[in-house]
């Protein structure tokens, strides 16, 4: 069964900062966009940041630019999220996800990722 895991989230303060990571156990990460969504408390499921296959096209959400990177490690099969300045509003439930795709390109919609995590929570407070 194809699955993505998400590494452990975590309470930070504000300003602080936190990285996540995505693995894909048992299979091959190469040809998969990844992307990492959250999801708030009453809030719909906002896209945070997406890498294509080779990692040389990435897109950010409005919120996070030049506070998030996202990057991936093809060897290691892993995709990254390093996240700084977080603020409060930056608690979520975050996933990764993904879908193979020929293009090298990346997307922050949701409807074409059919791999999901189970998300990890982040809370930001002090």
């Known amino acids: 069964q194809l699955q993505l895991v998400e590494s452990a989230g975590g309470l930070v303060q504000p300003g602080g900062s936190l990285n996540l990571s995505c693995a894909a156990p048992?299979?091959?990460?190469?040809?998969?966009?990844i992307g990492w969504f959250r999801q708030a408390p009453g809030k719909e499921r906002e896209g945070v940041s997406c890498i294509s296959y080779s990692g040389d096209r990435v897109n950010y959400g409005d919120s996070v630019v030049g506070r998030f990177t996202i990057s991936r490690d093809n060897a290691k099969n892993t995709v990254y999220l390093q996240m700084t300045g977080l603020k409060p509003e930056d608690t979520a439930v975050y996933y990764c996800?993904?879908?193979?795709?020929?293009?090298?390109?990346?997307?922050?919609?949701?409807?074409?990722?059919?791999?999901w995590g189970q998300g990890t929570q982040v809370t930001v407070s002090s």
């Open positions: 048992g299979f091959n990460l190469d040809h998969y966009v």
């Open positions: 996800a993904g879908f193979s795709f020929q293009h090298d390109v990346c997307t922050l919609i949701t409807s074409p990722y059919s791999l």
